[in-house]
């Protein structure tokens, strides 16, 4: 079992950034990959980037590339997602989640996911 806590959501104007993190519990955290995701009203949850469990391979949604940069602590057992350059169009709840997979993009191949943050972007 693995519970994600994300944090560090907020309110920030167009062209701003904020670190979000991802805190795991339990002592498998580097066994997982994982990602981030976020969901507006009446949209679907979509992929926004995902690490491995090492920490050394990366993939982003082709919106945030150059945009928004993922990592991982294992030690700490977090993960983080460095969000530069934030327009109003990246306003949603993002949720971390964790999965036994090689590196998914879908939301149906994670296994645990946290309650989620939510980030607004105003212009």
């Known amino acids: 079992q693995v519970q994600l806590v994300e944090s560090g959501g907020g309110l920030v104007q167009a062209g701003g950034s904020l670190r979000l993190s991802c805190v795991a519990s339990?002592?498998?955290?580097?066994?997982?990959?994982m990602g981030w995701f976020r969901q507006s009203p009446g949209k679907e949850r979509e992929f926004v980037a995902v690490i491995n469990w090492r920490g050394r391979n990366t993939q982003y949604a082709a919106s945030v590339k150059g945009r928004f940069a993922i990592s991982r602590d294992n030690a700490k057992n977090t993960m983080y997602l460095q969000m530069n350059s934030l327009k109003p169009e990246d306003t949603a709840v993002y949720y971390c989640?964790?999965?036994?997979?090689?590196?998914?993009?879908?939301?149906?191949?994670?296994?645990?996911w946290g309650q989620g943050t939510q980030v607004t972007v105003s212009s």
């Open positions: 989640a964790a999965s036994g997979g090689t590196m998914p993009v879908v939301a149906s191949r994670y296994d645990y």
């Open positions: 339990g002592r498998t955290f580097s066994s997982y990959a």
